[in-house]
């Protein structure tokens, strides 16, 4: 019989328990808060997420019971867009944009992702999975417990099947979940400049068999962008990835209005992700096929950029709206989920709520998951985190802060501040 585990004394519980979908209008700010609520979790399973006095009358000699000292308790964070695997840092490119240059300056000169294709290539699997576990425990520390990861940086049939197997690794030895996204079309590589389209045959022909074959990803994300792929060419190759049983997502209108948006609609696609320049009818076409937008307002932070994309717009279309870091070495080297949460309230106007409930439920939807993480309800798994705050919405109010107090996953305790 697996062992039983009690979280009593929580200020809030914040279960988001609701209809079983992802949210939208009005449900983006219901947050089903259970004052002085508790948890009563079995394995790795929740039992009862409930009033105290409720849970209090299961715990038996054999419970394991934790006092949350009157905290916040919540579900764990989903990051549903992260790039956590490459070698070496750009923090030279940090100052030179310090300095006024532009992040698509530094890429046409071949900075940018081609210097991380460079040195992820240089790089073994086993130095890119040692690399990475520093990120995994900022992820865990930050109170995320399921990410989304790309491949992206390796840009060869060998070094994208290494970044995909080195995200298999990391799934394997570390308590973070991992969700496998095929990003083989995050740039044209520097030796097929000249020969795009043999690049794109060889991901539609080579590479996208064999990540399906091996079973290395679940999604396959194409960067749909002026100067990257067209909207043709990710057609081309996102309709080969369905055709393998991979789900959909685009990097779409990022850094130009470009189409993605409603090539994403076109598709079908789970998500379309950054939308920073996505207009009126770039929206209403996601509506009108349900593709969920994944907003990353920490790339436009970290790029220095201005051009939030247009979260209430999409809101009051109807959008089921996710929040994610983007974490990556270039545009946004962030893990931190409320620092996405303060940018989302400060920057895009979401309330503390929306943002929450973006980042938990509404991500866990996107990545086809909405069944098993992103609230605290029955027979859901137990990956929770106690917060170091009375209110919730002190999340996203103090920015730069470490919230976290104890992070749980599978029902067993992966992180705790030390006092
Ligand atoms: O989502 N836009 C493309 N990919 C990343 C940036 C990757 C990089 O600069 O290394 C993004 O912002
Ligand atoms: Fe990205």
């Avoid at 419970?63 to 790039?83: K, L, N, S, Y």
């Avoid at 309330?351 to 409930?357: C, G, N, V």
Wanted: aromatic share 6%; glycine share 8%; net charge negative.
């Amino acid at each position: 019989m697996p062992g039983t585990l009690a979280v009593i004394n929580c200020s809030q519980l914040v279960t988001l328990a609701g209809a079983k979908r992802p949210r939208t209008g009005g449900d983006l700010r219901q947050l089903s808060i259970i004052e002085d609520g508790a948890l009563f979790i079995r394995g790795d399973r929740i039992e009862v997420a409930d009033r105290r006095r409720e849970v209090e009358r299961l715990i038996t000699d054999d419970c394991e019971v934790i006092d949350a000292g009157r905290r916040v308790v919540m579900p764990g964070f989903v990051d549903a867009h992260t790039h956590p695997v490459f070698a070496g840092l750009r923090a030279n490119e940090f100052e030179q944009r310090s300095s006024g240059a532009t992040y698509r300056e530094i890429a046409a000169r071949g900075g940018g992702i081609r210097s991380t294709v460079r040195a992820t290539r240089n790089s073994s699997l086993n130095d890119l999975v040692k690399a990475s576990k520093r990120y995994t425990d900022w992820f865990l520390r930050c109170g995320t417990t399921t990410v989304e990861a790309k491949s992206g940086y390796g840009l060869t049939i060998e070094d994208e099947l290494k970044i995909l197997r080195a995200i298999k690794q990391l799934a394997q030895e570390t308590k973070l979940n991992y969700v496998p996204t095929f990003l083989g079309a995050h740039d044209i590589p520097s030796e097929y400049r000249s020969r795009r389209a043999t690049y794109i045959n060889l991901i539609i022909n080579e590479m996208l068999p064999r990540v399906a074959e091996e079973k290395l990803a679940e999604y396959c994300d194409v960067f749909c962008e002026t100067d990257v792929f067209t909207t043709d060419e990710t057609w081309q190759i996102l309709s080969a990835a369905r055709c393998h049983g991979l789900g959909l997502r685009l990097h779409a209108d990022q850094l130009t209005l470009s189409g993605g948006a409603k090539l994403a609609a076109e598709l079908n696609a789970a998500t379309a992700d950054h939308l920073e320049h996505t207009d009126a009818t770039g929206i209403a076409a996601l509506k009108a096929a349900n593709v969920q937008p994944v907003l990353l307002p920490g790339s436009v932070y970290a790029l220095g950029s201005h051009q939030y994309p247009a979260a209430r717009e999409m809101i009051e279309a109807g959008l089921a709206v996710v929040l994610a870091t983007d974490f990556n070495p270039g545009s946004s080297p962030t893990p931190s989920i409320p620092m996405i949460l303060s940018l989302a309230c400060t920057q895009m106007k979401m309330t503390p709520a929306e943002a929450l409930t973006a980042a938990t439920i509404n991500a866990a939807y996107s990545l086809g998951r909405g069944d098993e993480i992103g609230s605290l309800e029955k027979g859901k798994r137990a990956d929770f985190v106690i917060h170091d705050c009375e209110d919730y919405r002190e999340l996203a109010y103090f920015f730069g802060v470490e919230h976290p107090q104890a992070v749980y996953v599978h029902g067993t305790q992966v992180f705790r501040r030390e006092e």
